[in-house]
């Protein structure tokens, strides 16, 4: 039976594929041996997990119960595994495994749950041989409770399937899960929860795949290889399509691609308006490999290398070497073309597998804080980017800044690192541009001490809204609130760029909003004239761009900056937009 969910689209276009459920319970769990006294602890952490489990199950039905619209199958689902907790081919067993083999609970479990799969895949039975993903479903809830935070995800399973028609379906996925989709070529994916413009979101939008978030209950609901639709404009997820859905959907689909393939007609043409005002889009990038992307899509350079990425999904940090190949790769393929390097802005959502999650990970040891009390692993990077320089025209950005000693030390911290390569003879860029990340209400406020240390500086929306508006950029539970129109971040915006313009010193914007075409007039009338943005953006920017007529744009954005609500600067955006010479 067919039926539909509703999330949140985080990256548009249409994905016609079967599911590929991301299982955790296939993470590498510890495999711990306990002692004889230790075996009555490991059994009660179990039996509390599986409570747990069963709490959530218990309390995830009441509210369905309440919710008319919930799909009977889901209610099936929630029953069934229910039972499973009680069965005692799951539990009872991994008690006696633990008390036998003396193992870890985790580890117990995961045995026992491979040997009942193994089972069930003996039936004929389809139903039957089907009953294995409940108890891996099952299996991975008791182990994350058992754990006590999410897992990383197990791509094991994608061998089975091609790629290209492969819609991931996950509770959560987290950066560093993400990023390993880069070498992998997926239709979409999909996730129970997620916010706009967490990292997860971004990533998908730079692989410019198709993706949903804050589906509640996805996960739980869909079967391993069912046949999914996936709008990820409209944030929709048809879960058994029937064939005529399917043929509106495979239409739409083949239009959408035509109007991708017009757009790159623009390749070539010049980013300039029509008063003849020179705009540079550049592009974000999180790995080495993206530079063939942002080759493809004409951009004038990279804006944003998200050079944390290097440091996620592995147990150790990338030596000096490691880093200084993966620089001077992308700044050898820009071809002297600018690239923008950002020091690591781990910390937040980012956080290596050899760093203490913080109680507040957003507002904690993030970026440059954690760069300033790690200068060993600071040094590594800094001489690596260092390095990379003399193989083209290299910026160094440094993000989070906050405070003027901050700005300082980092600033000493760089002449530390050239010290060290001059004393070692190490060529590198003497001249190279140092800039700053403002993405902290504080920072846009009191910008005077960034123009006076600073050669540049780019402008995070993405973190500039979730401060200003304290908004967690990660949690769909308050994405509706996440807004770039609020008043006070076009404010935050508009203040930045109009001092910065006073002072002489260009700024750029390599938050979300510089690849969405609904924010480029706007952001033109501000005086943005560097946008940096996930290459597959850059057409559809380019083809706004080229319509626009800054001198026009400039008293009409002014005047938007007297509006005090968000719903009358979404109005008054909108209307910019409709403007004659915008298609
Ligand atoms: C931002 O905050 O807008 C930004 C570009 O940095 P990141 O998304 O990596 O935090
Ligand atoms: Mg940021």
Redesign the pocket.
Known sequence: MSFTLHGIGISSGIAIGRAMLLSHATLEVAHLTITARQVDKEIARLDRAVDEVRTELLALKAHNDHASTAPSELMAFIDLHVLFLADPELVGATRRIIRERLCNAEWALVQQMEHLVEQFEQFDDPYLKERKYDVLQVSERIIKELLGRPGRVSLRKARDMAEESCVIVAHDLSPADTVSFKEHHFAAFVTDVGGV?S?TA?LARSMAIPAIVGLANARAMIRDGAALIVDGARGVLIVDPDEQILDEYRIRKEQLELEREKLKRLKSAAACTLDSVDISLLA?IELPSDTRAVLDSGADGVG?F?TEFLFLGRGDMPSEEEQFEAYKKVVKDMNGKPVTIRTF?LGGDKTPDTQRTPTNPALGRRAIRLSLVEPKMFQMQLRAILRASRYGKVKLLI?MLSHARQIDAALTAVETAKASLRKEKIAFDEAIEIGG?I?IPGAALAINMFFKRLDFLSI?????IQYTLAIDRSDEQVASLYDPLHPAVVMLIAHTLSSAEKAGVPVSL???IAGDARFTRLLLGLGLRFFSMHPSQIMSVKSRVIQANVAELAPLARRLLRLDETEKIKEAVEKLNQMPGIR
């Open positions: 413009t990292h971004i974000n944003l998200r802005d993000p990340m993405e995070g929306t993405n973190d500039l390599c938050g979300e």
